[in-house]
């Protein structure tokens, strides 16, 4: 793979594949920019160069053509700040004013296009858009790690109209962080994985069984374990198809010499919003009428006896309804922990993307971890160990 640094600008056009596919509010306005901001090292190489960058990406999930609420012209003000730079913008991805704006961009000018998404053929593959995309620049540089799990237009397909294909900053640190931690970990090794689903996690729990030494379980799938075991769950979330698998990575851990770590208690509510009666009840104790919506007291102090001694941590996927500030508690407690052990006891600290990003950055924590990740699904199938389609373009 051509990296960023080995390759030289200078008069080129760069056409870059971001990741902007960030949270907008109901007033269009950006409520984490994480994604963003992580992309100005590449642009700002590439501009140092002496070469000019386009930036191409898709936001939401558009079904019929252009929408104002998935515009990325609402990223235009935002990006500019950010960059300190006013960044042009083409109200269509291509077409003649694209094709325009692109040819008569000048060195060190910035240019974004309009969604891909709003045309069917980003998501199909579609080589003859791929091959239109392509025409706006002289050398593709893949950076939108977040997306590299999809064979998309601009993501996989463009890279064979390309002879020169670049892996961008973002792809690259996060591609060295996530092998860094699966090969070259360093003992203690906790996994602590979190969030809604068991059946979204499977294939990560099971290879991280190989790799770990603590394998923490909580948040929404802890609550089909508790049941799978026996224990009243009330209306908290179950997976009720998944029940036996749970009580099989019990067993498969046990074999593995992991010690598969479960809550002990947990925090439970009336009514699944921030004001609800809410009680601290022993795991499998939870009241007809009540659902878990955090970890309790005893967990957390459980929890993070064992994330404070490692030195190498892996979290995705929160402990509770963090949304609900009664509920995030459960959260912020492993955001501080992991942050203690990178700080105190010189732990690789690597926070998976999506909702424990969010959790770690809305906790003020996020650059105090060894690295917080940009993606969500792709970082997870990086992981299991699947080839993302996006690093596949960049190496053919
Ligand atoms: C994400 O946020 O997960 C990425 O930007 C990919 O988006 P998608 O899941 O809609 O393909
Ligand atoms: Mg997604």
């Not at 240019?111 to 239109?132: C, H, P």
């Not at 059946?199 to 909580?218: C, F, M, Q, W, Y």
């Not at 802890?222 to 019990?250: H, V």
């Not at 203690?340 to 600290?349: L, R």
């Amino acid at each position: 793979m051509i990296t960023l640094d080995s390759y030289n600008f200078s008069g080129k056009k760069a056409l870059v594949r971001v990741d902007f596919n960030v949270p907008l509010n109901d007033k269009f306005e950006i409520t984490d920019d994480t994604r963003i901001r992580a992309t100005i090292p590449t642009i700002t190489k590439i501009l140092n160069d002496g070469g000019s960058v386009i930036l191409m990406s898709h936001l939401g999930r558009p079904k019929d053509g252009p929408t104002e609420k998935f515009s990325l012209k609402h990223l235009v003000n935002p990006l500019s700040l950010i960059l300190g730079k006013t960044v042009k913008f083409a109200e269509d991805c291509i077409g003649d004013q694209a094709s325009e704006l692109a040819a008569n961009l000048a060195a060190g000018e910035v240019l974004l296009l309009e969604n891909l998404r709003f045309y069917k053929e980003e998501e199909k593959g579609d080589e003859s858009f791929a091959e239109k995309l392509s025409k706006l620049g002289d050398v593709w540089v893949m950076d939108a790690f977040g997306t590299a799990h999809r064979a998309h237009a601009s993501t996989a397909v463009i890279g064979k109209f390309f002879t020169d294909k670049v892996c961008g900053y973002v792809m690259q640190a996060e591609l060295d962080n996530a092998e860094r931690l699966l090969e070259h970990s360093e003992r203690p090794f906790t996994a602590i994985m979190g969030g809604a689903k068991i059946s979204d996690k499977i294939l990560i729990i099971e290879r991280l069984l190989d790799k770990v030494d603590n394998l923490i379980i909580g948040g929404g799938m802890s609550y089909t374990f508790s049941k799978a075991r026996g224990g009243n769950i009330g209306n908290s979330l179950l997976e009720a198809d998944k029940m036996d698998l749970t009580l099989e990575l019990i067993k498969k851990a046990a074999e593995k010499g992991v010690n598969l770590v479960l809550p002990v208690d947990n925090l439970v509510a009336d009514d699944f919003s921030n004001d609800a009666n809410k009680q601290v009840v022993g795991v499998g104790k939870i009241p007809d009428g009540w659902e878990g919506l955090d970890i309790g007291p005893e967990t957390i102090k459980l929890f993070s006896e064992i994330i404070a001694k490692s030195k190498t941590v892996l979290w995705n996927g929160p402990m509770g309804v963090f949304e609900f500030p009664s509920f995030a508690e459960g959260t912020n407690a492993i955001a501080e922990t992991v942050v203690k052990a990178t700080e105190e006891n010189d732990a690789f600290s690597l926070i998976g993307g999506g909702d424990s990003a969010s959790a770690i950055n809305n906790a003020g924590y996020g650059d105090r971890v060894s690295y917080v990740s940009t993606g969500g699904g792709a970082l997870l199938e990086y992981m299991e160990g699947k080839e993302l389609p996006g690093v596949a373009a960049l190496r053919g």
